[in-house]
């Protein structure tokens, strides 16, 4: 996956776009921007089959 995700995430918590699909591959990748976000705790993945993850900000998510 050629995606940025420092700006896919910043994409997510603005509500630009509703998820990021994360392969396994890339997910090492995913996870070092995804801890240096300060709204980690409201980032929320959601596993699939095959590996995938879906990730979706959801507010107020770590309350």
């Known amino acids: ?3 940025d995700f420092e700006h ?3 994409q997510l918590v ?3 776009i509703d998820e990021i ?3 396994p591959k890339d997910f090492l990748k995913f996870r ?3 801890q240096e976000r300060p709204e980690r705790k409201e980032i929320i993945g959601i ?3 095959n590996g995938q993850i879906i990730y979706e ?3 107020n998510a770590s309350n």
Request: proline share 0%; no cysteine; aromatic share 14%.
């Open 1 to 3: 996956m050629a995606e």
């Open 8 to 10: 896919a995430l910043t």
């Open 14 to 16: 603005a509500g630009e």
């Open 21 to 23: 699909k994360v392969e």
């Open 32 to 34: 070092r921007f995804w």
């Open 47 to 49: 596993a699939q089959r």
């Open 57 to 59: 900000f959801r507010e």
